[in-house]
Structures are given as C-alpha cells and as structure tokens.
C-alpha cells in the first residue's frame, strides 16, 4: 500500500513539471508588432544605384589622386581674305538679275532690225525702270542713238559696243574711286562708315574690314553703335576673323567716346586703319543726324577723317539719293558703297549716285558671302551687267 502511494507521488510530481516547463516559456515570449505595410520596388538594385560614378585615377605608384588636365580650346586661325584685285570679275554672275534689263534687255532691243520711235521709248522705260534716273536716261538714249545714226552701226556686237561705251560715260570713270586708307605721320587713317537703319551696315563694315586686310592694311574696328545690342558683337566677330582688334564700350554708350577711344586706341598700336561702325539712322531724323555729326566733331580733335563711307541698299532705288543727300551734308560723305545688287534688277541706282551727287562708288556688294564685297571699276561692271565682254576688257 506504501509502495503505490510513493509511485502515485512520483507520477503526480513528473506531471507537475513537465506541464511547467512547457508553459513558463511560453510566458516569456512577448509578441512582436505587425510590419507595416509597404509598398516593394522590386527595380533591380543596380538600377537604384543609379550610374556609376568614375573616381580620378590615381598615381598607382603614390596613390595620389591625379585630375585630368581641362580642355583648353585651340583659338580660331585667323583667315586671309582672297585679294580684291579681280573680285567684281569673278562675282559677275551675281548680277544675273540685273543682266535681264541691261543685257538682254537691252541688247535685244537694239538688235531690232528697225530702231523706230517705239523701240527707243522701250529702251528709256527699260533704263528708268532699271532706277538709272530720268534725266541719266535721256542723256544716254539721245547720245546712243545720235551715235547708231552717225556711223550707220546695225550689227549687234557694234550696237552692244557703243551701249557699254554710253554706260561706262554715264558713271563717270575719271571719278576717284581708291579708298585713302594709308597712315600719315604715324597716324592711322580713319574710315567713318554711316548708313540708314536695314542697310546692312555692321556687315558690310565686317566685309570692308575684310577688303582693307586683303589689300595689305592692319584694321582696329571702332563699334560705336551703341544702340543695338547685338552690333558690338557681331562687329567683333567679324573682327576677330581677320585678326582685328575691336574697341567696344557699355551698351548705350556715347558713341562719340567709343569713335574717340577706338582712334586712340589705334595710334596707340600703330595700326594702318580704324574702321568706325555708327548707328543706323533714318535721314529724316534731326536728333540722331545731329548725333552723327558729333562724332565726326570729336574724332577730328584727333586728326581727319580720311573717308566717309555711305553705306545705301540698292533695293531701296531713288530713295537712295535722298539718303545720300542729307548725309552729305552731315558728315561730308566721300564715297559709297553699294549692297544688295545681287538681289535686285535695279542696277542703274549707281548712274544716278553719282549723276546727282558726284559721289564715286567705291565699293559694291553681291551677295551674302563673307568676300562677296569688291572694288567697283565703271568698265568691269558694265561688262558684268551686258554680260559679255563690251568694253574690250578681259572679263
């Protein structure tokens, strides 16, 4: 009876600790919180790295970092313009829009087998439409056809001949047409170069740079259009081209400080030319005419100016001539130059320059090209406008 009680005893105490055991651990065990919920990027882990950053390299035998040397750009090369001497030759073809009235306008008409009042009334309205000026028109009709009736002329290379002759009159070639563009003394020569506003004018002064260079002469660009924001730089640009230096000042500057400081700066370095870009003004406005008139006061306390250029659009026809007129009286132009005959049929505008001012053209612009700005010659570009060889000159 003993016995059983003691294994009864035994039994109930195994019992008691196994079910301890299984419990006091569980108590110990606290619950964790739920993870919040996240949305995955399940994107690869490159990608969220994003793109590999290159370390400089390194000395291997210092370990020290080594930075790649900068780039250092290469300065433009400076170009060298083709030489004037020929150029209006070899633009010839550029004035194909004015061969239709002068040339083949022309030459058909005189190459009629009967020159009646008709034909010659033809020929007036050809050349006054071509802007050669009423009275330049008269004149050359009535001496060409003076001339057919004299010498009984009929075939159509002795009619072409007597026509170049009455043109290359009507411009007049005993006009002095050489840009005075030498120092004297030391001192360089200076080129004023006015215009109206559109005329092209801060380009072809880029250009006419261009001619002096290739013509053997140092340049210093004055840009003392101060007006237009983009002058400067676009006067500078063309500069730096030909390896001329440009004086510059603020925007809205004086720009007869600018002129001023420009000649200075140019006897300073002992340059051949400085070349003087104005503003663009219309000739009807007082102010600014007055304005220009300034300039040329403040850059002769310095010395002459050697030459006014008078920059005119072709396009523009007999409104040219007023043009020309009212700047003439400002600053005593010297000399025109003729742009944009390239896109016009209106050649004769150069006749009538010079018949009602006694202005030469010395300079005439056939395109958009950088050298497409040549030395005007009466016969060359008469030759150029008939086409053919009607002065007798090489063309």
């Known amino acids: 009876m003993a016995e059983y009680l003691v294994l009864a005893l035994v039994l109930l105490g195994v019992l008691i600790a196994g079910t301890v ?62 030489p004037t001497a020929g150029r209006l030759v070899r633009l010839r073809s550029r004035l194909s829009r004015s061969q239709n009235v002068f040339g083949k306008g022309l030459l058909g008409l005189l ?22 000026g009423v009275d330049a028109t008269r004149d050359i009709v009535d001496r060409l056809r003076e001339r057919t009736r004299v010498l009984g002329t009929r075939s159509a290379s002795e009619l072409r001949a007597l026509l170049a002759a009455e043109l ?8 002095d047409r050489s840009l005075r563009t030498a120092p004297k ?10 215009g109206v506003n559109g005329a092209g004018k801060t380009t072809t002064c880029g ?27 676009q006067l500078e640009t063309w500069g730096s081209r030909v ?11 004086d720009p007869a400080s600018v002129a001023f400081d420009a000649v200075k700066r140019g006897i300073d370095t002992g340059v051949d030319t400085v070349l003087i870009d ?10 600014l005419m007055d304005e220009l008139g300034k300039v040329k006061r403040v850059v002769e306390k310095q010395g002459p100016i050697d030459e006014t250029l008078l920059i005119l659009d072709a396009t523009t026809g007999q409104n040219g001539l007023e043009q020309a007129r009212v700047f003439t009286e400002v600053v005593n132009v010297t000399g025109v130059v003729l742009t944009k005959l390239d ?53």
């Open 111 to 132: 190459a009629r087998d009967h020159l009646d009042e008709d034909v010659w009334e033809e020929i007036e309205d050809s050349l006054i439409t071509a802007d050669v």
């Open 185 to 194: 003394d030391g001192v360089p020569a200076v080129v004023l170069v006015v």
């Open 243 to 253: 390896g001329a230096e440009t004086v510059r000042g603020p925007e809205a500057a």
């Open 168 to 175: 290359v009159n009507a411009l007049d070639p005993s006009l």
């Open 21 to 82: 055991g299984l419990v006091v651990p569980r108590l110990r065990r606290r619950p964790e919180p739920p993870l919040p919920h996240t949305e995955v990027d399940t994107r690869a882990e490159e990608d969220l790295a994003g793109p590999p950053v290159e370390a400089p390299e390194s000395d291997l035998s210092t370990g020290v970092l080594v930075e790649p040397p900068p780039v250092i750009e290469a300065p433009a090369p400076v170009e060298v313009p083709e």
């Open 278 to 287: 104005t503003a663009g003004r219309l000739q009807n406005k007082v102010g």
């Open 343 to 395: 896109g016009t049929a209106k050649g004769g505008i150069v006749i009538a320059v010079q018949r009602k001012l006694g202005i030469p053209v010395k300079l005439v612009g056939l395109g958009e090209g950088k050298d497409d700005l040549a030395p005007f010659d009466p016969a060359q570009f008469v030759d150029a406008l008939l086409g053919t060889e009607a002065t007798g000159r090489d063309a």
């Open 207 to 233: 250009k006419i740079a261009r001619v002096l260079v290739a013509d053997g002469r140092t340049v210093l660009l004055g840009a003392a259009d101060t007006f237009r924001a983009a002058a400067a730089d």
